[in-house]
């Protein structure tokens, strides 16, 4: 019985020590660097691969954190991704790309079709990781959230500086981008704040128009081009613009009426590839009657920054920068 007990005992020891030796084997080895699949490292990595949820302006979203095959149809969140660096894999070709943005219009890039009609074929052939739409896509969330992830980035033009941050910041999020993203904010902040300041010392008001072949369009604040009242601090000639998406139906007599010290003009035509002069149309008869005219003020706005591609790191930087100038 004594020679059963210790033969016990002894096989407990072994089996202890065999344990032990295991246990030591699967943890790090510091002479070599080697580490167990259960290190801070592996945690990290799981992290990097996980998801987040993003709220937006169609619902929220579970999103996949650097994700692979990006789709975009915002050009200005397309611009704020070229900026850091982030590669895409389909791009709205099928119309007028900004030409700052042109490379996009290679073949490298697979067409996903145009901002108001999407080819949802040619968007699923890319097996997207994320799909980001704004305001032409809306109606189109549900079909394309079938295909991946889609969230809407629009600018909401009531608050324009807060959903644009809102929007970058979701972008720094998705792609481990924020500290680029916060100094990209700063600068365009540092430079408002320039802006605002010169507008208001300029005493100024301010008239802004669409010109659309034969036709032209009022905005004031809260619309679509409502940041240069908004944000930049320009006095508006005209305090009681509808605030639409389209932009209130004027004529030049009203033009003459409001008298403008200068006169913004966002030329639709010149955006996509129209044939008509904004020029010719606007600088007429009536219009050579106000303060913009004789003083040099007519202000013709890049339209493929205000018109294609607002609300991106480079496009407002742009738009700041021609208030700016404006105003000397």
């Known amino acids: 019985m004594k020679k059963l007990g210790l033969l016990l ?14 246990k030591e084997e699967g943890e790090q080895d510091t002479s070599t660097g080697n580490e167990t699949p259960n290190t801070e490292e592996n945690s990290d990595t799981e992290e990097a691969s996980g998801t987040i949820t993003v709220k937006h302006e169609s619902g929220e979203t579970p999103v996949p954190v650097n994700p692979e095959n990006v789709v975009v149809f915002d050009f200005g969140i397309l611009d704020t991704l070229d900026k850091l660096g982030i590669d895409v894999a389909g791009v709205a070709q099928a119309g007028t790309i900004p030409s700052y943005l042109e490379k996009y ?13 999407p080819d949802l074929e040619a968007i699923s052939g890319v097996e997207p990781g994320l799909i980001i739409i704004s305001g032409r ?12 992830p889609t969230i809407n980035l629009g600018v909401d033009n009531t608050r324009y500086m807060e959903s644009f941050k809102e929007n970058m910041a979701i972008i720094g999020e998705i792609f481990d981008k924020q500290a680029e ?18 507008a208001t010392a300029s005493g100024e008001k301010g008239l802004i128009i669409l010109a659309n072949d034969d036709k032209i369009s009022a905005y004031g604040a809260n619309s679509r081009f409502g940041i240069i009242h908004d944000v930049l601090g320009v006095a508006q000639s005209d305090e009681n613009i509808e605030a639409s998406t389209h932009g209130m139906n004027v004529t030049f007599e009203y033009v003459v009426e ?3 010290d200068i006169l913004y003009v966002v030329d639709r035509a010149a955006a996509v590839g129209g044939e008509t002069s904004a020029s010719q149309l606007v600088e007429n008869e009536l219009v050579k009657n106000t303060k913009a005219f004789k003083n040099d003020k007519i202000v ?5 920054y205000w018109y294609l591609s607002g609300g991106g790191v480079v496009s407002v930087a742009q738009m ?3 208030i700016d ?3 000397n």
């Open 137 to 148: 896509q809306a109606e189109m969330y549900d079909e394309l959230s079938k295909i991946a």
């Open 181 to 198: 993203i916060d100094a990209e904010i700063a600068t365009i902040e540092e430079s408002i704040a320039t802006v605002n300041e010169k």
């Open 300 to 304: 013709y706005l890049n339209p493929e």
């Open 325 to 327: 100038e404006s105003l």
């Open 105 to 117: 219009a290679g073949e490298e890039y697979t067409n996903i079709g145009s901002l108001k009609e």
């Open 9 to 22: 005992i002894t096989a407990l020891l072994l089996f202890i020590i065999a344990a032990c030796g295991a």
């Open 258 to 260: 409001q008298d403008p």
């Open 320 to 322: 700041i920068m021609d």
